[in-house]
């Protein structure tokens, strides 16, 4: 192989890893987003339910 074959192979092997990180950078900040609004939602849910049996057995 030519040397400016072996240079684009390498230089877009470069690229791709570097897209890939990327990537998988970006879909693992969805999925903490997601299951923090989640978490979030579930935790406001039952704090609101044991507000209201608190405010009954008074």
């Known amino acids: ?14 690229y791709r890893n570097k897209v890939s990180t990327a990537e998988h ?7 903490k987003s997601s299951t923090k609004k989640a978490m979030d939602a579930k935790s406001n849910f039952f704090a609101n339910l044991m507000g209201l049996f608190k405010k009954g057995d008074k």
Do not use: D, E, G, T
């Open 25 to 31: 950078f970006q879909r693992k900040q969805l999925v």
């Open 1 to 14: 192989m030519s040397s400016a074959k072996n240079h684009r192979i390498r230089s877009h092997r470069s």
